[in-house]
Nanobody, 119 residues
Framework: QVQLVESGGGLVQPGGSLRLSCAAS????????MDWYRQGPGKQRELVAV???????NYANSVKGRFTISRDNAKNTVYLQMNSLKPEDTAVYYC?????????????WGQGTQVTVAS
């Protein structure tokens, strides 16, 4: 059973902060790399942050220094702390992971949570 559920999105003013959460089923968070993607209106979905199984992190250049990805294995939850938000950060944010299966790796997505940055 694979389930990823995002929460924490909303409307914030430029310069504000939000923390997104991704609650995962089972032990997915502790055993797999976890990613955050986003997709703005009329734009391609883009990778914004990755946390590896070992805890290493990577970020898109557009969010470096402003966003932080983290995990709580005990809670099976991944977070994305977003600070100094800009209007261009407006997008639906998706939690994502890849799980190995007998015929190959399979990607799984949450339903997404809307982040709107506007005055």
């Amino acid at each position: 059973q694979v389930q990823l559920v995002e929460s924490g999105g909303g409307l914030v003013q430029p310069g504000g902060s939000l923390r997104l959460s991704c609650a995962a089923s089972g032990t997915i968070v502790s055993r797999n790399a976890m990613d955050w993607y986003r997709q703005g209106p009329g734009k391609q979905r883009e990778l914004v942050a990755v946390i590896t199984r070992g805890g290493g992190t990577n970020y898109a250049n557009s969010v470096k220094g402003r966003f932080t990805i983290s995990r709580d294995n005990a809670k099976n939850t991944v977070y994305l702390q977003m600070n100094s938000l800009k209007p261009e950060d407006t997008a639906v944010y998706y939690c994502h992971t890849v799980l190995p299966e007998r015929l190959g790796a399979v990607g799984y997505w949450g339903q997404g949570t809307q982040v709107t940055v506007a005055s």
